[in-house]
Structures are given as C-alpha cells and as structure tokens.
C-alpha cells in the first residue's frame, strides 16, 4: 500500500526558511478490503454447503459441518444464512440466476411467444435435473422461505416475471397477444402453471422430463390460447 505524506513543515532557521521533510504517513485500511473478504467467506460458505448437499443430501448435511468445510466458525455462517434452509436459497439462488440468465440470452426472438416460453422453461429444468436431489429439497421449500437469502430468492422471482411480462408484451407489440392482457398478471399465471409442473415432480408422479413435457409444455399451450388475440 503506499504511503502518503501530511506535507512538508516550514520552518526559521537564522532569518530563512528552511524545508523539512514530513515522515510519510500510512492511510486508514480501505472499506473495500472488509467487502472482498466478506464476499470471499459468503462464496466459501455457499461452494461448501453445494458440495454438502450434493455428496451427503441435504437431509444430512449440517451447519456445523458446512463451516467445517469452508474453514470458519459455525456462527459465521448464521451471518450470512439465517439456517439450513437459508443456506440452500443461497446455493440455490446462484444457479438459478445464471439459468434464468442464460435462457434470455439465447432467447429466439424470432419466434412467437409460446416457443419463447418453452426455451426459457427447458432451461430452468435441465439445471434442475443436474442434481434432482438438491433440487427436490430446494422446491419442497422454497414457498415461504423468508431468511435473507430466501428473500433474495424472492426478489429473483418477481425479477423474472417482469421479464416474462417483457415477452408477453412484446407478442402484444406483434399483435399476437390481445392488447387488453396484463402483461405481469399473465406472467403470474405462466408461473404459477410452471411452479405446479415442478410439484407434479416433487410429489412423484411423472418424470422431471415429462413434467416439461407433456405437462409445462401442454398446460402453456392452453394457456396460450386464451392470449391470443
């Protein structure tokens, strides 16, 4: 870090002035530090609790053992999840952004708003799919999660159906959407048609494959046509 100086003192010295030198002086510890490092142990926190839940199960993964295995103490980790179900919105959040991320970024423009849906959609279920046991764990209880990370979740979710709204407006702007729709409640309902999807797999009674499709892909479909203009 380098030094900074007060500025040089003046002094008299038989009628003239003379310059002396000011010893250097070592500035106060920047805030950005604190924040890097707090950032740091929140990223060893989450790293450790996904390898946690991925090799053990979330049922049998501790707090006490994910502090281990991020190498700090056990109430840091309350420090930045409230509890274990917390510590899973915050791994869970993460993928879940990056997803959401990804599927708008290869959206087909091009195409009308129900393929556009489905891309999105298969997205968000082939990250399920990559550790369906974590998953499973994360939808049971994801409804209610109120920990900071839960609501961070929260905040992800009306995210993304502001961005729904988005490309149901723009299938308005086509005139393929009728123009007295509300855009956000459509997205509502859309979500609400692929939250149950998912339940339909939490609860055991089709594959997480057949619960995009026929199931998500079906029920969208039908939605879709009361859209329409």
């Known amino acids: 870090m380098s030094k900074v100086s007060t500025g040089p003192t003046r002094r008299r010295k038989g009628g003239a002035t003379t310059v002396e030198p ?34 053990l199960g979330y049922d049998e993964t501790t707090t006490k053992a994910v502090a281990e295995r991020a190498e700090v103490a056990t109430g840091t980790v309350f420090v930045h999840a409230r509890d274990k179900a917390d510590l899973l919105m915050m791994v869970m959040h993460d993928r879940l952004a990056a997803a959401v991320d990804a599927a708008f970024e290869g959206l087909p423009r091009k195409e009308p708003l129900l393929p556009q849906l489905l891309h999105v959609f298969k997205e968000l279920f082939a990250m399920y799919g990559e550790q369906p046991v974590v998953s ?50 459509a997205a509502h309902n859309i979500f609400a048609l692929y939250f149950a999807a998912l339940l339909s797999w939490l609860s055991g009674f089709v594959t997480l494959g057949a619960a995009l499709d026929p199931g998500l892909k079906s029920a969208l479909a039908l939605h879709y046509r009361g859209l329409r203009a």
């Open 22 to 55: 000011v010893e250097p002086v070592e500035p106060a510890p920047e805030r950005g530090g604190r924040a890097a490092q707090k950032l740091d142990t929140r990223r060893r926190i989450r790293d450790a609790a996904w390898a946690l839940f991925t090799e």
């Open 136 to 185: 499973r764990a994360f939808v049971k209880a994801f409804p209610g999660a109120s920990g900071p990370n839960g609501e961070r979740l929260n905040a992800l979710t009306f995210a993304f159906l502001h961005r729904v709204a988005g490309l149901v407006r723009d299938a308005q702007a086509r005139g393929e959407v009728a123009g007295d729709i509300d855009p956000l409640a």
